[in-house]
């Protein structure tokens, strides 16, 4: 069986690094490839640019992905991954700290799966982290590729 992925598209280097101590401290111990624009996490998912060698089959388990990213945002990512038949069925869980309404509504119009505000308090982080590991890498059953 391959290791799950987590495909993390961030670009707060303070917040990568909070997400990757709370998947560590809750246990979490899967593979993290963060992204840290929308154009990487593009290119790392269809294998473009620098990624074009990379193994395209070898899939995210689970994305979090922030709206509020540079080169490409979050949300034409999301596009992106819903509108391509190898990935329209990928989880992706929106983990942003946008309180427009806005956004929550059109990330749940473009298929995320589930949209989470960033707490600011490390701890509470870490309880949502370790919640979100838990249910996406064991009790999520993910539809065949």
Known sequence: MKEKIILL?????DDAELTEMALKQQGIANELVVARD???????????????ERDTDEAPTVILLDLRLPRID????????RGDERTKRLPVVVL?????????IQSYELGANS??????????????VRDLGLYWLLLNEPPPR
Do not use: H, M, N
């Not at 979050?74 to 991954?81: N, T």
């Not at 942003?96 to 929550?104: H, I, N, P, Q, R």
């Open 96 to 104: 942003t700290s946008s309180k427009e309404e806005k956004d929550l």
């Open 9 to 13: 598209v961030e670009d707060s280097p």
């Open 115 to 128: 949209y989470i505000q960033k707490p600011v308090d490390f701890e509470q982080f870490s309880r949502a």
């Open 74 to 81: 979050g949300i034409d990512v999301l596009q992106r991954i």
């Open 38 to 52: 929308g154009q990487e996490a593009i290119d790392w998912l269809f294998g473009e640019g620098r990624y074009a």
